[in-house]
């Protein structure tokens, strides 16, 4: 009987292991990815967004090669071999780094003026900074986003910008609520004067000067959180973010 019963739990589990195995095989979650998959999605997007991809990947390759076969042959002038070998590493290594700066561009490129394409820069913030996406939007898609981190908060608006002005100084009333002597910081997403690009708002929210510290970070972003909760739920625009979450995973070496 015990026989029995252990051979119908391995068979569970086997056809459960099975089933989980078929799932991430055809998941769109980057999660589920394993690293091959995540490097070969990362390289589909960017190179669909940048022609030059592939001749600079491989042109990066073939010269670190050639630099450590030259080093090998004319410099050390012993086992040459060795650095060949050395060559080939470093040189998936280089063809890897114009992979990680061309991707981040394409992003840029595939995203810009979609409805939550602040997204793309503030996921390229360090974990210091805890992001807090469509925070209050109205049916024109005027967004205003929040991030807490040692710059304080920071309010990063897309759309119309007298409208989205108005809309991040409500918000900016409502952290008054809370706790006084924050640092509040307000953007303006878009190419025009007084306003900020998308290419450069992570570079400048990074050069903030730093005013709180991890704890209260934490602590402002639970309050927040919390106040956030108490309102009726809004019309969120479907973000432009899921296809590119495994993209940056690869290029971070996941």
Known sequence: MASERAKQLAATQKAAAKAEKLRKKNSDDPKDWGQARQFLEAFKITRSFDKALLPLMIGSFI????????????????????????????????????????????????????????????????????KQPVISVDKHQNIVHRLIGPGGIVLVGEGQPGRVREMMATQEKRVA???????????????????????????????????????EVTEIAAQLKALDGARINMPIPKGPMPGMKGARSALRGR
């Open 63 to 130: 010269v670190v090669v050639a630099i450590f076969v030259v080093i090998g042959l004319f410099v050390i002038k012993t086992m040459w071999w060795i650095w060949l070998i050395f060559g080939v590493l470093f040189g998936a290594l280089a063809a890897m780094y114009v992979l990680s700066w061309r991707a981040k561009g394409a992003m840029f490129k595939r995203y810009a003026g979609q409805p939550g394409s602040a997204e793309v820069g503030m996921n390229l913030l360090p974990k210091t900074w805890i």
């Open 177 to 215: 609520t809370i706790k006084y002597n924050i640092t509040i910081t307000s953007y303006v997403l878009g190419d025009a004067a007084n306003q900020v690009p998308l290419t450069k708002l992570d570079k400048v929210i990074k050069k903030l000067p730093k005013t709180l510290r991890p704890a």
